[in-house]
């Protein structure tokens, strides 16, 4: 059984528009989430986390929103560009775990 | 500084044969973590190394699966008897600590795996 999801395989976004990829989790123990970019034949690369006790983190373009009621949480990319065309994969840990939980990943296309 | 290589970039092999994937990680790195991403799957734990200490084999999928990590620093990922559901992209990463601290994990290119 999943334990985090990422539940639309694709999104395709025209530039300058915001990119919002949503992530969903299962087990309430987890209180760290992170979030790697992955390019075709390239290993994921880190791109922004958050604690539980935040529910927005911003760096840049990026910012990540965690709605812990609701198991969610986001990646908002603004505006867009077309280098930001790669696979997004969500990631979370539990408190004192040295292995974060992977997503199946979204492919993100952004239209020049 | 250099990050972390994976070799080969590729490898097809027969079925039934062994394989023997190699991850160098960021020197210094006390953590490296072995993981698959079949296509159109998630990124699949397979095992980790931490330190001196014996590693987490939680995450292998069977007996046919094996790894070491020599001196703390290089590991190899040894597949024997390969079936075509190994075919998948084998990926490395290392990160400075593991245990108990959120820190970010430093992926190498990965080794495509190919059972015929």
């Known amino acids: 059984d999943q334990q985090v999801k990422q539940n639309s395989p694709s999104l395709s976004v025209q530039e300058g528009r915001i990119s919002i990829l949503n992530c969903d989790y299962t087990?309430?123990?987890?209180?760290?989430f992170l979030w790697y970019k992955k390019y075709p034949a390239e290993g994921p690369t880190f791109l922004i986390s958050?604690?539980?006790?935040?529910d927005k983190n911003e760096d840049g373009r990026f910012t990540v929103f965690l709605n812990k009621s609701a198991k969610h949480l986001s990646l908002h990319i603004v505006p867009s560009q077309p280098g930001d065309s790669a696979v997004y994969f969500c990631?979370?840990?539990?408190?004192?775990?040295?292995?974060?939980?992977f997503g199946r990943g979204t492919s993100l296309i952004v239209h020049p | 500084g250099a990050g972390v290589s994976q070799s080969p970039s590729n490898k097809v092999t027969e079925k039934g044969k062994d394989v023997e994937l190699r991850c160098d990680p960021i020197?210094?790195?006390?953590?490296l973590y072995w993981y698959r991403q079949s296509l159109g799957q998630g990124l699949e734990f397979l095992i980790y190394?931490?330190?001196?200490?014996?590693?987490?084999k939680s995450g292998l999928p069977s007996d046919r699966f094996s790894a070491e990590r020599t001196g703390g620093s290089v590991s190899t990922l040894t597949i024997q008897r390969t079936q075509q559901e190994d075919s998948a992209v084998y990926l490395c990463?290392?990160?400075?600590?593991?245990?108990?601290?959120?820190?970010?994990?430093?992926f190498g290119p990965g080794t495509r795996l190919t059972v015929l």
């Open positions: 958050i604690s539980s006790i935040k």
């Open positions: 087990n309430s123990m987890f209180d760290y």
């Open positions: 020197s210094g790195h006390t953590a």
């Open positions: 190394f931490q330190g001196n200490s014996a590693p987490d």
């Open positions: 990463a290392s990160s400075p600590t593991g245990t108990g601290s959120y820190n970010e994990q430093f």
């Open positions: 990631a979370a840990s539990e408190w004192g775990s040295y292995i974060p939980t």
